[in-house]
């Protein structure tokens, strides 16, 4: 069985960071594309960031040049560095990785970690 679990959420200013983190445990044998996804109440998922395993990214547009995403492979991890917060980056982020924890490779997700922009 394959568990995510998200860190880093909590509070913060606008002009502010945070730091999120997305651990992969369990019966993980292979982690291709892992990322972040993020939901306000009442709108659908939104997606945030990707990165592959060989390292390359891609980010949605309005956060380029203030998130970073990244990946330590060795710890099965995956991060996005936030910078520069806006009121709106306000959302439940969600971690994903396209992972092989039995016969195949398929999504598993987080529980989601809520990261809150005060203006």
């Known amino acids: 069985q394959v568990q995510l679990v998200e860190s880093g959420g909590g509070l913060v200013q606008a002009g502010g960071s945070l730091r999120l983190s997305c651990v992969a445990s369990?019966?993980?044998?292979?982690?291709?594309?892992m990322g972040w996804y993020r939901q306000n109440p009442g709108q659908e998922r939104e997606w945030v960031a990707t990165?592959?395993?060989?390292?390359?990214?891609n980010l949605l547009a309005p956060v380029r040049g203030r998130f970073t995403i990244s990946r330590d492979n060795s710890k099965n991890t995956v991060y996005l560095q936030m910078n520069s917060l806006k009121p709106e980056d306000t959302a439940v982020y969600y971690c994903y990785g396209n992972i092989l924890g039995g016969a195949m490779f398929r999504d598993y997700w987080g529980q989601g970690t809520q990261v809150t922009v005060s203006s």
């Open positions: 990165i592959q395993n060989d390292g390359a990214t």
């Open positions: 369990g019966s993980v044998f292979g982690v291709r594309d």
